[in-house]
């Protein structure tokens, strides 16, 4: 297969299929825009099967997804998209960069959901942007970027209401999107402990890549803890 792009987190292959790449999740773990590079032990295998799970659960619930399937322990099959380069992330609660832009305490509940839009670009850090930095940089047309804002707000209250009676908690998220050969704005990449903050609703301990970041350690433990809780039944 023809590598087509190599990113942090993910490979990026052509296939013999028309329209359809293979996505190959990798181990290795990055923060702080790359500064903290490291690994964690089988994180491509784990978020390519929680990957998985959400997407195969959003397209049950009418949200349109790049995904096809699985190929492999650590591989989805997808449709091949033109990533939008804007970075759509909801937050429910204070945390991370959020908490200490606005000298909140981490863990207060938002009144109500907040949406961000970051520009995709590692050399940059991913700055935060608005609407009049996409339309200034010709990112992506309005009807575009209200398609995804309005898909985001959908998974967040889908995926708060799929994860409250497995004992998580949504924190926030980023979702990326793409669009396909038709022009149809699609969610794409991953949803995982790597672009998700899940804690526990009980304990508020957390199970995500923050872990990595702090050096909590169990860092593989809490993703092995969410795939769990996600495959109950």
Known sequence: MRLLHEGKAKQVYATEEPGVVLIRFKDDATAFDGKKRGSIEDK???NARMSAIFFEYLEGKGIPTHYLGTAGERELRARRV?????????????????????????GTVLARPVLELYLKDDELGDPLINRYHVRALGLAADAEMDRAEELALAVNDLLSA????????????????????????LLADEISPDTCRFWDRET??????DRFRR???????????????????
């Open 44 to 46: 491509g295998r784990l």
């Open 82 to 106: 033109e990533i939008i380069r804007v970075e759509v992330v909801v937050r429910n609660v204070a945390a991370g960069s959020l908490a200490k832009r606005l000298g909140l305490a981490e």
């Open 204 to 209: 508020g301990e957390r199970l995500d890549k």
């Open 162 to 185: 799929y994860l409250e009676p497995r004992g998580l908690k949504l924190i926030d998220f980023k979702l990326e999107f793409g669009r396909d050969d038709s022009g149809t704005v």
């Open 215 to 233: 050096d909590l350690g169990g860092v593989a433990d809490a993703y092995r803890e969410v795939l769990r809780r996600l495959e109950r039944r």
